[in-house]
Nanobody, 124 residues
Framework: QVQLVESGGGLVQAGGSLRLSCAAS????????VGWFRQVLGKEREFVAA????????NYADSVKGRFTISRDNAKNTAYLQMNSLKPEDTAVYYC?????????????????WGQGTQVTVSS
């Protein structure tokens, strides 16, 4: 497992942008798939995006495809989620997660390391 800490959330107007960061501790970050999920109070945690260990393969939810970009810098043990053209329905707590397994996995239960979450609020 790795320890994950998210940052970069905040309040933004619709159409704006935010970049979330996920700082990881541990020597094995570079062999983990990194994922981003989001959750609205009272709803299930929702898959947003995932990235293979080398960064060569990406996996996006249809709701964010073309607007969000996931990336990572293994030398810095950090992953990112660039969010553009934000919509009010993107409002949620965003979580970073890590997995040793398939980069195509979208099931939150498969990810074994989680950050504490960062709030993103998009106003209309």
């Amino acid at each position: 497992q790795v320890q994950l800490v998210e940052s970069g959330g905040g309040l933004v107007q619709a159409g704006g942008s935010l970049r979330l960061s996920c700082a990881a501790s541990g020597r094995t970050f570079s062999v983990h798939v990194v994922g981003w999920f989001r959750q609205v109070l009272g709803k299930e945690r929702e898959f947003v995006a995932a990235l293979s260990p080398t960064g060569a393969r990406t996996n996006y939810a249809d709701s964010v495809k073309g607007r969000f970009t996931i990336s990572r810098d293994n030398a810095k043990n950090t992953a990112y989620l660039q969010m553009n053209s934000l919509k009010p329905e993107d409002t949620a707590v965003y979580y970073c997660a890590a997995l040793t397994g398939a980069w195509t996995n979208r099931d939150p239960g498969a990810f074994d390391s989680w950050g504490q979450g960062t709030q993103v609020t998009v106003s209309s």
